[in-house]
């Protein structure tokens, strides 16, 4: 599952559309471990993370209402 390359919102979005899809079991960990931190649901967590992720892929900053 490799992402896409780019800046825009397009791209963006399908990178987090394919992060939102079964993650590994290594994301699928984390997104447990942040959930249980967080008090929130797994599929929120998962949502946060696979926004991150896709962010951080196309360079841009995650901003502060997103955290």
Do not use: D, F, H, W
Not at 30 to 53: N, P, S, W
């Amino acid at each position: 599952m490799p992402l896409k390359r780019g800046k825009s919102q397009k791209t963006i979005s399908t990178n987090i559309k394919e992060l939102m899809k079964k993650p590994s079991k290594a994301r699928a960990k984390g997104v447990r471990t942040l959930a249980k931190r967080m008090g929130i649901t797994r599929e929120e967590a998962q949502r946060r993370q696979a926004v991150a992720i896709a962010l951080r892929a196309a360079g841009k900053p995650l901003s502060k209402r997103n955290k």
